[in-house]
């Protein structure tokens, strides 16, 4: 269940990435967002009935391979907080639009939850390298929401739309499948791998926002040279001056 709500999550984040660059709209994406936290939080209830509570034989495992054994239950919670995370914080993006909510309280939630994940990665740590790598990853994306939400930073707008899009993929949908499959590595190169690669994707996301910022800024700014600002939650061409 876990390796499924890691694969609804890739959907989820590529969708929000593609909305918070103007590519679709953001609706949908708040839409689609309330549907997959809701899938999520049930299924964090489901997993945590079927494998904590006993009610399935042991001898399956967690993300990363960890073992349904007696002394399984702190891998097994590690899991499924990871599940409730993710599902809650899709249930309040899509509210938060929807409802009209004013995103600021949704920006504070972010950063509350890029903490837990900064913990969540040094549990993970030393027997799951890959999976602390990628809770790693998210914590950044959750700062980012934290940083434009929370605290105003509005220029982030177009870095956390393209870090969602290049991000979704690399540690949510392509990690899910070789779960699915059974073929989660556990060796520590090939974390260390992973971490380059997504490091790499963080930084041409980086470009790519700098990139876009300034096309927009000749565009928008060529007419009265006054300087533009990105306006936070809204498509990358919507700007003030």
Known sequence: MAYVCLLLSGAALLVNGLATL???PRRDAAVLSLVIGSLQLILGVTYLGVTYLGVAPPGGTVPGGAAQEPDGGVQLLLSASG????????????????LGLGSRGLGWFCGMVAGCG????????PGDPLLATLWLCWSYLWMLFFFSLALGHSGLSPLIGWSLVLASQATATVPALLGITGQWPGDPAVAGGAA????ALLLLAAGLARRDC??????DGGTDGRPVVVVPGEPLGTTRR
């Open 83 to 98: 599940m409730f995370l993710f599902g809650l914080t899709y249930v309040y993006v899509g509210l938060d639009f929807l």
């Open 196 to 199: 380059a690669c997504i490091a």
């Open 118 to 125: 900064l913990l969540l990665s040094a549990a993970w740590f």
């Open 22 to 24: 103007g590519v679709l």
């Open 214 to 219: 300034r096309r927009d800024a000749r565009r």
